[in-house]
């Protein structure tokens, strides 16, 4: 059982910039895929960026250029990088972790952004 903290959501203005850290524990090893998630009310949650043990990643095309994902393996926690945000990226942002024997969530943490 993986178990996952996010810290980091807050209200921030357009333009500007956040940090979200995931913290990960219960986990043997280094976990094969880490992805960050965002939910808007009404809508379906949906993939913003994830990373793989090698460094591969992957990004939505709404957050490229904007939003960098990190992982420290050392530290069990993982980062999303939120630059130049705007309204469109408010929403609960959730962290992910998929392992061999299943998949884990954390429980989100709200991010604001104000026009």
């Known amino acids: 059982q993986v178990q996952l903290v996010e810290l980091g959501g807050g209200l921030v203005q357009s333009g500007g910039s956040l940090r979200l850290s995931c913290v990960a524990s219960g986990n043997r090893n280094s976990i094969p895929i880490l992805a960050w998630y965002r939910q808007v009310p009404g809508k379906e949650r949906e993939l913003v960026a994830n990373?793989?043990?090698?460094?591969?990643?992957n990004y939505a095309d709404s957050v490229k250029g904007r939003f960098t994902i990190s992982r420290d393996d050392a530290k069990n926690t993982l980062y999303l990088q939120m630059n130049s945000l705007k309204p469109g990226d408010t929403a609960v942002y959730y962290c992910?972790?998929?392992?061999?024997?299943?998949?884990?969530w954390g429980q989100g943490t709200q991010v604001t952004v104000s026009s």
């Open positions: 990373i793989d043990t090698v460094g591969m990643m």
């Open positions: 992910k972790a998929s392992l061999r024997s299943g998949s884990f």
